[in-house]
């Protein structure tokens, strides 16, 4: 959350690009982030993965369901947060989904 609010607002954009219509002219660098993205994406997959062989995750699901659920809680942001007129800063909102990632919501 930090790194996106620092690059704001080129993540943003970036996380607004649908690969899919890219145009022909604009293929060459359409790979590159495809590329790009596949590589974060399997090293995500593998630390969830890790962490499940480890016993240090909890086997609430395979690996690449709680991996895609993490991306997708931390890319949703570009939806809602502006880091130049949010009230919470990318940090809390970063402290508040390691949170939810590690404990969950539900109080104990």
Known sequence: MSSYAEHFPF??????ENM???PVKRQAWADRMRAL???YERAIGEMIQQGLDEGT???VAPAWVIANG???MISWT???FNPNTSS???AEIG????????SGIVTA
């Open 11 to 16: 993540l943003y954009i970036y996380l607004q």
């Open 20 to 22: 899919a219509h890219v």
């Open 37 to 39: 993205n596949r590589r």
């Open 57 to 59: 995750i909890k086997a």
């Open 70 to 72: 993490l991306m997708g």
């Open 78 to 80: 570009n939806r809602w």
């Open 88 to 90: 919470v800063s990318a």
């Open 95 to 102: 402290e508040a989904y390691s949170e939810i990632l590690l």
